[in-house]
């Protein structure tokens, strides 16, 4: 069975009419998904306006408890439930959920040698039986990052990488397409070329792009963690802008990533 | 099969130790159960803190849109997330849900002839199917009080409303005990003395205590909504202190209301 999970970034969720439109398309697509959403400029401006100084390390923000309140009501409540909102609107089936929600996603807190980033989860295991489940009802899940250790601490959790372990753990169930949207149209050849884009790309190409030196450095951390997430048995990454994200699956825009 | 639901009050909420005690009791109730949480202080610290005045009229407030926002962020974000992450850390396999997730509670903005509440919901329907799978999935629902008009509108909803609408639509299928904690002991024939409990009431006492005025005046709307709630097919609906949770469902605590 396919399912498509689909992860949106901050530049779509602080601009109201791109957000609208990309639900719009989320909502047209067929089939079983998971919407994955960061968090956007709201929580700065939330914590500003709460005179909560936002404490950056080596340019990461620490989350420390007062901006971990933040971060939760923003994403979690603010932006969760009006995505889920509008979705509903549309006539799409959603349903927010955080990792403490059924214990859906268990992470632990960030251990670093020498950075303390705070209140910041690792993810350690992805609830894949709620999940299906949820999805076997029909919900269309969208998922903020925040998640939990199960022992009652909620924490700040990377979207990117909530999305590739959902992909990596509902895998042996689904066929998942991990879809990144991304505020390029995809895997370009030169940066500075949107026009430039690689429709396709499996691991031969890629290690033969690496080898020339072809592919713009900035994309191959994306590249090597979409390679991963096919090893561990998703069917297909595919990066591009939120607004094709008719075409992404398709294969007519942005950049497919497979395997072989 | 019983189900209880469990409407908890602001009051509980503010107290951090008083909270983490009734956590430990709701965990140890049997049988599949439904928390309805309310806002508690924390909603007018962060509007506050925000700079949002509240407007009151008629000592009531109006939910205006930066109320709202507020209010969601802190209902549906904060203070579920947060009950969901400690039950979830006391073995309690919870799920936090607003009314637009899943669209488990339809509500429209109140019409009032003279007032205007703002972005304030009326519970229009009851997402049975969807709350009797969840709970068949072995989930324990937290509710928070925010719900949507399924036209993308999120709407500050009563809690106690929103209890009683769970429990009327949830009577068809379950055998409901519908629960408030609240501040006293239960319905008291002496409103000055704690100790004044009425353990049990059916409607043919209720008219007579009405009859002859024993009862305290402030407990009549309570008990009229009881009785309404029973004549929906609620069993029981039972009024007392969150503290003594586990007593109240047995009838050792608390005011049981009975239909007869």
Chains 1, 2 share one sequence.
Request: net charge neutral.
């Amino acid at each position: 069975m396919q399912l498509s999970i689909i992860k949106i970034g901050g530049n779509i969720i602080d601009d109201e009419a791109r957000l609208l439109a990309f639900l719009g398309s989320f909502t047209a697509l067929p089939g079983k998904k998971i919407l994955v959403h960061g968090g956007g400029k709201l929580a700065t401006r939330v914590a500003e306006g709460l005179g909560i100084r936002q404490n950056l390390v080596d340019g990461r923000r620490i989350t420390d408890e007062e901006t971990l309140r933040v971060v939760t009501m923003v994403y979690a409540g603010t932006i969760n439930k009006q995505i889920v909102a509008r979705l509903q609107a549309l006539g799409c089936p959603a349903m927010g959920l955080t990792g403490a929600d059924g214990n859906a996603i268990l992470s632990h807190k960030r251990v670093h040698p020498s950075i303390d980033y705070g209140f910041v989860g690792d993810v350690d295991a992805v609830n894949t039986s709620l999940l299906t489940s949820l999805l076997m009802l029909e919900k269309v899940l969208v998922i903020a990052p925040i998640t939990h250790d199960g022992k009652g601490q909620l924490l700040n959790t990377n979207a990117d990488t909530i999305a590739q372990e959902l992909a990596r753990g509902l895998s042996a169930g689904f066929d998942v397409s991990l879809i990144y949207s991304f505020e390029k149209s995809g895997v370009l050849m030169d940066a500075e070329d949107d026009g430039s884009v690689i429709r396709r790309i499996n691991a031969a190409d890629y290690a033969d792009l690496k080898a020339r030196q072809v592919i713009f450095a900035g994309m191959i951390p994306k590249l090597d963690n979409a390679f991963a997430a096919l090893r561990s048995g998703v069917k297909k990454v595919i990066i591009g802008r939120a607004e094709e994200l008719q075409f992404l699956l398709t294969g007519e825009s942005g950049t497919t990533i497979i395997h072989e």
